[in-house]
């Protein structure tokens, strides 16, 4: 209707709203299969099944032969998929698009891994499709890495302000074909090509580890609650004494990960035991109440026993 309104036509219709039988409400990824004849859980709930037992297996959608995939799919991080959509859900999807996504990718990329693969097939010519602008990094890059592999990506927008669902997220736009379209665009220029992190500088998403740097590498810290403070806080924190005369920048330190290194410094700073003992850290009283207030609600919910424990 907007489209209309915005291109001069009317929508002075009645009904208002027309059956566009052209519209199917699928899972665009599994076909769910049933153990008995049912079209549909409910149906086969009815047939005295319980869901685990009705449900059989899952297969990859197939998509229809088409000219164009226009897609914006939904975004989703993957450690929330199984929030989300469920832990059986979250496994088939593993297992049917096993060595295409990785575990570790939005769900997102699932869409784009299918159009890549409807335009290897030559099922389709070209596609563009919103994502995450985190596709740019980590185990979503590998989607468009793939796309790379057996086709081009001709356009990009690398990072775009959108809102969704009222949030002010941060998308991009991609679309790729077989390689056909010799004209590449990235963030409105012309470049001679586009790299999977959606730059058109030198491709540092291949760039080798080097020898030297072998066990001078940690992954950073994995935290497990909300041990990060704002520089404020930190200054703050570092400013109370304590009675055991300990200072707190024993526990108080800058925070930093690559990003700070090649975008911008963040200015975070972390509290940090290291391997103190409750005992040991409560000597560091403000920083200790700080872990006490924000952290242990969290942790005391965790299922792994001992996070709870060492909170
Ligand atoms: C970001 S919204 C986009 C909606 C619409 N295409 C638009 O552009 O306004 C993503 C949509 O994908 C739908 N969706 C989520 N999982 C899906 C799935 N497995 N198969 C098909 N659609 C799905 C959601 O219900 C949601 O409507």
Redesign the pocket.
Known sequence: MKWRRDNGFSNEREPVLQNLENFQN?????VPHFRSKAKSLKEAQAGEHTADDALKFYSE?KWPECDVIV?????LGATKIWKELGREYQSELWRVYEGRVLRGAD?CCYWFEKARDSIEHRDCRRAGL?ATQGIRGGASRETLRRIKETGDIFFAISDREWI?DGANVHVSMIAFDDREQAEKWLDGNKVRKINSNLTAAVDTTTAARLQVHRELCFRGVPKVGKFELTQEEALRLLGEPNPSLKPNSDVVRPWMNGLDVTRRPKHLWIIDFGERDKEAAAQYAEPFEWVRLNVLPTRSKNKRGHRRDNW
């Open positions: 699928e899972d665009a990824l599994l959608r897609s914006n799919p939904p975004f769900l919103l969704l």
